[in-house]
């Protein structure tokens, strides 16, 4: 496959990098800050290069602190600018939590439209990177669940770029999930201009007749992979967005093939994938021919690196889930 000129071949995490650096350039009112983003570029270097190029404080290495981190996004945000703040790891953000749900959140509502909060929190999600614990987290479903928070999660370079230049110009808060089990694990053409994908608005991968699989973030590859070990015609679904959920795309996949499996990393009790299964039963329960199967990871915290593999979905579990429902 061929590059075009005005493409370039990058990972998911070089997309990231060149959607900051896009909207830096354009907008003298972004500005990032967290734990080592300066200097450093961060620990999975998404911000490298960026200090150099836009300065000090523009690129602000901030204290190990994440609710100082993010109640100062705050107050930048409600006076004029686009912080992006980074939080090195998802299980890091607890500290920051009374500040995302009490108060990011809920601004545009307290105060009937007066001030918004347009701050995008980039967060690095998952496991499968060997990492010990509070690295490996799954917790989109619990921010998912906040009104006035928007969740996105890209499962490729493309996605990552569009869909990070939307949030930063969103005019509410969003939370920017990036799996980093998936950072530079492979490469596509990425355009160099700036560009957006809407927010809201998931990405059938493959089209297929026989069943519906949804995933999002690392999980898509995962399900990519099985619907190419498998014998049925997959349709694959990858939501993008967790919160706004693209409920449309799902159920008119599901009607169409009758059969659903839902992919999560996080644990299977009150996860995303039983909010899509009780969607899906609900709203299009005379077209299916078999009850909705999740794929998930297990009750239990996320086991370090010797079992952590076997915690989390891979092909051999879904293509399992996906016989079951063919079978049933």
Not at 270 to 287: D, K, N, W, Y
Request: glycine content about 8%; charged content about 25%.
């Amino acid at each position: 496959m061929t590059t075009a000129a005005n493409e370039t071949e990058m990972t998911l995490v070089q997309a990231v990098t060149d959607a900051l650096a896009c909207e830096m350039r354009l907008d003298d009112r972004v500005i990032i800050l967290g734990e080592d983003v300066g200097l450093n570029g961060g620990v999975f270097r998404a911000t490298e290069g960026l200090q150099a190029e836009f300065g000090a404080d523009r690129v602000v290495d901030s204290p190990l602190a994440e609710s100082g981190i993010i109640g100062s996004s705050i107050g930048l945000a409600m006076n004029g600018m686009r912080p992006v703040p980074e939080l090195q790891f998802e299980g890091f953000m607890g500290p920051a939590y009374d500040q995302l749900c009490s108060h990011a959140a809920r601004f545009r509502t307290r105060t009937r439209g007066r001030f918004t909060v347009p701050m995008t929190v980039r967060v690095p999600h998952g496991g499968g990177i060997h990492a010990p614990e509070l690295h490996s987290d799954a917790p989109e479903a619990i921010y998912a669940h906040q009104p006035g928070l928007k969740v996105v999660m890209p499962a490729t370079p493309y996605d990552a770029k569009g869909l990070l230049i939307a949030s930063i110009r969103d005019p509410d808060p969003v939370i920017f999930f990036e799996p980093k089990r998936i950072y530079r694990a492979f490469r596509e053409a990425v355009p160099n201009e700036a560009y957006t994908l809407p927010i809201g608005k998931a990405r059938v991968v493959t089209e297929g007749t026989d069943l519906t699989v949804v995933a999002w973030g690392a999980m898509v590859v995962e399900a990519a992979k099985a619907a190419e070990q498998s014998k049925a015609s997959i349709e694959l679904i990858d939501l993008r967005t967790i919160s706004p959920l693209d409920e449309d795309t799902i159920l008119a996949s599901v009607e169409k093939t009758g059969r659903c499996v839902v992919c999560q990393e996080a644990p299977l009790t009150l996860g995303l994938a039983s909010e899509i299964s009780s969607l899906v039963t609900e709203r299009c329960f005379l077209h299916l021919e078999a009850p909705v199967q999740r794929v998930a990871g297990f009750d239990t915290i996320m086991p370090y690196y010797k079992l952590e593999m076997e915690y989390l979905p891979g092909p051999d579990r879904i293509n399992a889930a996906i016989d079951e429902t063919l079978r049933y």
